[in-house]
């Protein structure tokens, strides 16, 4: 049983104690503490707020607490229904709301669920906003309004509306796109992708296969899309004789591709493979967090554009982006932020714009991969007691490697200035868990240099 309350939400296990799992309690305490902190903003008048969710099992009985709640706080309701993350952040710009939550637990398996909170531009709260909430969640000093003060509630479908957007943005070709005649395959994980997505594809004349697309949130693997997981979609993709294999994880806002041979693309060049295709019509700023390949940073660089990293988690990401004004980002988990578009990883607007890629350069998927620079990232994670072990690992690895360029901004980071290497060394935002990182040109290098790491870890443990 968990519940961790981060940057990246108020994430637990459904079922359990309060303060070990995401319970009832919780839910309320802490969607109360929300509406009221955004009723004190916009002072005079009801908060309007939009609610949309995953297709996770407990998703029906979260959403019902989570909209009771905001009602009896007098907040008007927008329920965006099952709806991908991107699609929720959407519906808040859409509709001007003040505010949104997001009930899913992203790539977590179904026993988990969370609650992630939007602002009015339907972005995630900045670190102060969300500590602020959970203050007054721990405090829970609360006061309802009386029966005449109680909001409504609307409910309307946006994803139409979504993947009109998506349509809409100048640098996604759909005539590219129709006439390349693409067949992909989608795993949409048994959760809100088998709404969405085919919808896009339709709209863009591509080919749609869908395998596990009931949105009844029993996945039917484990929801990360890592080649390890895929191994379903690689076989079907042979199978079709598709051109592509996409891969979304259980809210839409993670994306990997699957090549026509069946071998994986890998997620760290969903973003690379977005980004080279946006930069090759505007130049800018490219931003990903400090846990993503180096091959951004090459193919910016390739376009006589700049470099920059962030710490981990979507948030620190988009604040970074809008600090430089950049023109791409997202994260190697096959995130990708199109800050025109909107500050949200959104696996409809990138599986537009790789399409438009493969179609603007005439490549099929392998070939697309072998334009881009070959690196391999070496992920590992150990578990943790306390946070007093995670500090003293921390400072016993950067003791180690001293000598060497560190960054401290997050976690450790240590780069090497020869053999294009790095790895990093963080607790995860959303498990209780350390992750080791390894990056280098080829598997054998960057699992030699993560064991290095894991070695110093294990001595110490």
């Known amino acids: 049983m968990s519940l961790i309350v981060s940057i990246s939400g108020i994430r637990g296990t459904v079922g359990g104690k309060p303060g070990e799992a995401l319970t009832p309690i919780d839910i309320v305490k802490f969607t109360t503490a929300y509406a009221q902190q955004l009723a004190a903003t916009v002072k005079g008048r009801r908060p309007r707020i939009v609610v949309g969710r995953d297709a996770r099992i407990s998703g029906e009985m979260v959403e019902a607490l989570v909209t009771g709640t905001l009602m009896a706080c007098g907040a008007d309701v927008i329920d965006a229904g099952m709806a991908s993350t991107p699609t929720t952040e959407m519906a808040v710009i859409f509709t001007e709301a003040d505010g949104g939550i997001i009930l899913t637990a992203s790539h977590n398996p179904k026993e988990w669920n969370a609650l992630k909170l939007l602002n009015a531009k339907g972005e995630f709260l900045s670190d102060e906003e969300g500590q602020a909430i959970m203050r007054a969640a721990d405090k829970a000093d609360f006061t309802w309004p009386g029966v005449d003060s109680i909001g409504t509630i609307t409910r309307k479908d946006f994803t139409d509306e979504h993947v009109q957007a998506v349509l809409d943005y100048p640098l996604v070709d759909r005539e590219a796109i129709r006439k390349a005649g693409f067949k992909v395959v989608l795993d949409a994980i048994n959760s809100v992708g088998s709404i969405a997505m085919p919808r896009l594809f339709e ?8 395998i596990n697309g009931t949105p009844d949130g029993r996945f039917a693997h484990n929801p990360e899309p890592l080649p390890e997981n895929l191994t379903g979609l690689s076989e079907e993709v042979v199978k079709q004789k598709a051109d592509l294999g996409v891969s979304v994880d259980p809210d839409v806002d ?153 960054d401290t901004s997050d976690g450790l980071r240590v780069d090497f200035e020869a053999g294009k290497k790095w790895f990093v060394l963080r607790k995860s935002n959303t498990e209780p868990i350390i992750r080791i990182y390894a990056e280098a040109p080829g598997k054998e290098a960057a699992d030699t240099l993560a064991q290095e790491v894991i070695a110093i870890i294990n001595s110490i443990l």
Not at 203 to 210: H, M, N, R, Y
Not at 301 to 319: A, D, I, L, M, Q
């Open 254 to 406: 993670r994306l990997a591709f699957i090549c026509e041979n069946g071998e994986p693309f890998g997620e760290e060049y969903t973003l690379v493979a977005v980004a080279d295709y946006v930069l090759s019509h505007k130049h800018g700023f490219t931003v990903s967090n400090l846990s993503s390949s180096r091959a951004l940073k090459d193919i910016s660089e390739r376009h006589g554009c700049t470099y920059r990293f962030s710490k981990v988690g979507e948030k620190n990401v988009s604040t970074l982006m809008q600090e430089c004004g950049a023109v791409i980002g997202g994260e190697g988990n096959g995130g990708v932020i199109v800050p025109d578009f909107h500050y949200g990883r959104d696996a409809l607007i990138g599986t537009a714009l790789f399409l438009s890629n493969m179609a603007h350069k005439n490549l099929n998927a392998t070939d697309l991969r072998a334009t881009y620079p070959d690196y391999y990232i070496s992920k590992n994670k150990i578990q943790v007691a306390s946070q007093e072990v995670i500090g003293k690992l921390l400072d016993t690895v950067h003791k180690h490697y001293a000598n060497e360029k560190c």
């Open 203 to 210: 709209a863009l004349g591509v080919e749609c296969i869908t």
